[in-house]
Nanobody, 126 residues
Framework: QVRLVESGGGLVQAGGSLRLSCAVSGHTFSRYYMAWFRQTAGNEREFIAATGWSSQYTTYGDSMEDRFTISKDYWGNMVYLQIDRLKIEDTGVYYC???????????????????WGQGTQVTVSS
């Protein structure tokens, strides 16, 4: 059974930092990209960052600032998203996902993505 379980969300003040974690299990993801998305109020789910599970490749959404950093612990089966200099508009639900097609990920074609986590809420206060 494939499981992607996010954690690390919470309430944080603007300007602070947060590291989200995604525990990965139940599948061999060697051909997959692991990605982070978010859904903020009134907006569609958007692509933040992705990394190859078996490679060093990383890529970020075109609208994403350099405040976001994706990383992984291959042997620990973890994927992380570091968010720095948090802004109020970063408030939303952050999702971990796994998908073999990078184009699907970058297009945020959410119905075609193979696996999703349940999401973790990030709330940024002033």
């Amino acid at each position: 059974q494939v499981r992607l379980v996010e954690s690390g969300g919470g309430l944080v003040q603007a300007g602070g930092s947060l590291r989200l974690s995604c525990a990965v299990s139940g599948h061999t993801f060697s051909r997959y990209y692991m990605a982070w998305f978010r859904q903020t109020a009134g907006n569609e789910r958007e692509f933040i960052a992705a990394t190859g599970w078996s490679s060093q490749y990383t890529t970020y959404g075109d609208s994403m600032e350099d405040r976001f950093t994706i990383s992984k612990d291959y042997w620990g089966n973890m994927v992380y998203l570091q968010i720095d200099r948090l802004k109020i508009e970063d408030t939303g639900v952050y999702y971990c996902a796994a998908e073999p097609s990078l184009s699907t990920i970058r297009a945020a074609d959410i119905t075609r993505i193979d696996y999703w986590g349940q999401g973790t809420q990030v709330t940024v206060s002033s």
